[in-house]
């Protein structure tokens, strides 16, 4: 149970570090190639680059949800456990499919990338390791 716990806790910290380092990455890559991307794609001149730092910071932040995974009757269930993963990020999408003609909605779709990508990894390493059974089920 102990690994659980270490895992479930320790997941938004690492996710918040590879998420800001991935938003550095994301950044560069779209500062270089924005000109390739679609209209809709480019960033807006501005704080871009600030913004989208203390947006995935906050969507780790808010992932400590993660630690409602301790809990049985969430862990077994697949949807209530990707609930606690990606809820952040769920919020943030809804929002900007009901605002598409917001003139930054296409830029928005890629702000949230630098976190889903390791949370991802997180979730689907944390449900294989559920399946086979690296975490103490001994409560």
């Known amino acids: 149970m102990k690994e659980l ?3 479930c ?5 690492v996710v918040l570090i590879l998420s800001i380092i991935l938003s550095v990455v994301l950044m560069v890559i779209v500062g270089v190639t924005g000109d390739l991307l679609p209209y809709w794609f480019q960033p807006k001149p501005g704080l871009i680059f600030y913004a989208m730092l203390f947006e995935n910071a ?3 932040i808010f992932s400590c949800t993660v630690i409602l995974n301790t809990f049985k009757f969430v862990r077994d269930s697949i949807w209530l456990s ?3 993963f990606f809820w952040p990020v769920l919020f943030f999408y809804i ?4 605002n ?3 003139p930054d909605a296409g830029f928005s779709l890629l702000i949230p ?3 889903v990508i390791p949370q991802a990894y997180s979730f689907f390493i944390f449900h294989k390791r559920l ?3 690296y975490f103490d089920e001994d409560l």
């Open 5 to 7: 716990r270490d895992y």
């Open 82 to 84: 990707f609930i606690t």
């Open 113 to 115: 990338l630098a976190f």
């Open 9 to 13: 806790f320790y997941t938004p910290i």
């Open 100 to 102: 598409l003609d917001h």
């Open 131 to 133: 399946r086979s059974g």
């Open 58 to 60: 906050m969507f780790s």
């Open 95 to 98: 929002a900007i499919l009901l």
